[in-house]
């Protein structure tokens, strides 16, 4: 199984300033014949399934505002919010989707300092 | 707009199986991967299985011999059988579809209690 691990597993940040999250496999998620990575973040607020904010690693998905953004290739990948506001309260995954059996990293908190 | 919809029983014994349904709409089943994933009470997520809609079923390893996904075109629903249960199978189980690239659209989940 490809392990994802995730750093910090919490993370307090004012408003208005950067949140960075580090997730790192133990095996790379480039597929060479296609140049992608196949890794993906989620949010997930509680009471409520993950929702997709970013694939191929730093594809933002649709209706997912431009202050999230995706970065990194092979086994490091970061999530960014540049700018951080109250409603991103929530817990962040990152997810390969690049071998069977899928995984997730274990989760990071993030609240407002 | 593609709906996923979880539905079965809520308290399951423990060693009986597990069984549960996601009903789709706004979409063909006919195409996509059905997937199953569930997260315990607190806890992380796990990848159970998909489904394509011919049939053609993958498992996590971990579960593989107490898992069973189904399809059923016709009635646009897929489901779930996880048998001999244990407290430990206690989670929010969601229905989701992957498609080439990660799961995009997720049910809302049923949460599932082993308990006798």
């Known amino acids: ?7 910090p597993d919490s993370l307090a940040v004012s408003l208005g300033e ?29 009471g409520q399934p993950p929702k997709l904010l ?5 594809t933002r998905e649709s209706g997912v505002p431009d202050r999230f953004s995706g970065s990194g290739s092979g086994t490091d990948f970061t999530l ?8 991103d309260v929530a817990v962040y995954y ?11 990293g274990q989760g990071t908190r993030l609240e407002i300092k | ?30 195409s996509y991967y059905w997937t199953w994933i569930r997260q315990p009470p607190g806890k992380g997520l796990q990848w159970i299985g998909y489904v394509f809609y011919s049939g053609s079923t993958t498992y ?4 593989k011999s107490r898992v069973t996904i189904s399809v059923d075109t016709s009635k646009n629903h897929f ?36 308990s006798s």
Request: charged share 15%; aromatic share 8%; net charge positive.
């Open chain 2, 60 to 63: 996590n390893p971990s579960l």
């Open chain 2, 1 to 30: 707009q593609v709906q996923l919809q979880e539905s079965g029983p809520r308290l399951v014994k423990p060693s009986e199986t597990l069984s549960l349904t996601c009903t789709v709409s706004g979409a063909s089943i006919s």
């Open chain 1, 54 to 58: 970013i694939y191929w690693a730093s």
């Open chain 1, 18 to 46: 950067r949140a960075t999250i580090n997730c790192k496999s133990s095996q790379s998620l480039l597929f060479r014949s296609n140049n992608k990575n196949y890794l993906a973040w989620y949010q997930q607020k509680p």
């Open chain 1, 80 to 87: 960014t919010i540049s700018s951080l506001r109250a409603e």
């Open chain 1, 1 to 7: 199984d490809i392990v994802m691990t995730q750093s």
């Open chain 1, 94 to 104: 990152c997810h390969q989707y690049h071998s069977i059996p899928r995984t997730f």
């Open chain 2, 79 to 114: 489901s779930l059988k996880l048998n001999s249960v244990t407290a430990a199978d206690t989670a929010m189980y969601y229905c989701a579809r992957e498609g080439g690239s990660p799961v995009d659209h997720w049910g809302q989940g049923i949460l599932v209690t082993v």
